[in-house]
């Protein structure tokens, strides 16, 4: 898997320079222009927004362009069309104006997805998006745009859109899930003995490592409710279940958050939230906790954004009481659009637990580095890679044999590759494979587990 990993990485960088040179401003490139008589009227139509009438010409000549050289210019002009002619429609029209933007939409995709790297058709996506209020795909594309160093006068253009994206926003939600083999679903060691004073002591009731196929289910929805110019009271909530045959291993979490967000310049924004979260584990309820998050978004520049977060809460657990405590969680994240067709991601934390038994209370740091690519052919990978630190409190005899205290450190690797060629109602199933490792100082508690994940994701 970590050969895997540093593959991908490699092709991913050796890709970089390949991509920069074609992501260029500009309409698609000149040697695909169409020489079709047809085509060229449509384009004297357009110069002269006489959009409905170029939609005539363009309409057949897109449905079978498939094998044409001229595709892309073809493509790029129906989907320019539908758009401006969507937004000649009055009101009252709104069901041909969506069904005019579906049009766009899935031309200027069909051009993506042979040549990511055209900055202008990704703009035109980007608009239709904007029209047609998904606000969240629009905003992924105008980001890349902005990757390509566009001219002065469109980058505030596309600024102008943002602002407009953020004033209008009142309702968001997602939702996902995936299928989740899974080698070692506890996250269990696979030692049966333990060693006390240097003599052998074999575990009761060992059952060693369990492997599974579960379904993973998440969703959430947020509404934002304007109570000035630049604040708005943010209400919303989380689910996540995952479920493996067998309840033992199933777990759930709900999660509530309520609270102010201020926009404290075009490019600032913050937000301080109550939150609460009940955890479900095998069936039961496993704790609750109620505390408060504070997040801090900043967009450093066109292509750089950072995101921070802080968080305390106090854990109250059903049984076991010991594990009752208080939990800090710190930190930071970033995310560089280096070109319309390569992004990459990192951050770093820290976390605290306190619980009332001294032998659990531990302090975690963490580092992730990741990176994706899109591809021509319509793939696009990806890979992550993760390390995370945890000392622990309090002597951990006879796991640890001198008594001292338990030092883990934990590394996860994956790789993600999907085809945005292949999807259904917008979503394109995404295979995601994930090799990770703890190593302990304290008996019983290393482990190895591989798992995967098929998720389906929304992409364009």
Known sequence: MKKSVVLIICIMLAAITHFAAGDAVAAPSQSHLSRDPKVQAARGLI????????????????????????????????????????????????????????????????ILIEKPGLVRVRLELARAFFYKREDDLSRRHFDRVLAGKPPKAMVANINRFLRIMRARRRWSAHFGFSLAPDTNIGAVSDSEVIYIYDLPFRRDNFEGESSGLGFVFWGGWEYQHPLDKRVRLRLGADVSRREYEGSHFDQMTISLHAGPRWWISPNTEMSLL????????????????????????????????????????????????????????????????????LQVRGGFGYAAENPESRTWRNRSRWGRLGASIALPFGFTVGANAELRSTDYSGGWFPFVSDNSSREDDVRIFSVSVFNRAFTTFGFSPQLIVVEEERESNAQLYDYKRTRAELRFVRQF
Not at 52 to 71: C, N, Q, T, V, Y
């Open 47 to 110: 110069k002269q927004r006489r959009y409905f009438e170029a939609l005539k010409l363009l309409h057949p000549i897109a449905r079978e362009s498939k094998g044409r050289a001229d595709r892309t210019d073809v493509l790029f002009l129906f989907g320019l069309s539908a758009i401006e002619a969507s937004r000649r429609l009055p009101p009252d029209r709104a069901k041909e104006k969506i069904a005019l933007l579906d049009e766009a939409i899935a031309a200027l995709r069909a």
């Open 274 to 341: 109550a939150s609460a979260r009940q955890r479900r584990s095998g069936g039961y309820v496993h704790s609750h906790e109620i505390g408060a998050r504070f997040e801090l978004e900043r967009r450093l520049t066109s292509r750089i954004r950072l995101s921070g977060r802080a968080s305390i809460h106090a854990r109250d657990y059903e049984r076991d009481k010991h594990f009752d405590g208080s939990q800090l969680d710190l930190a930071l994240v970033g995310s560089w659009v280096l070109t319309p067709t």
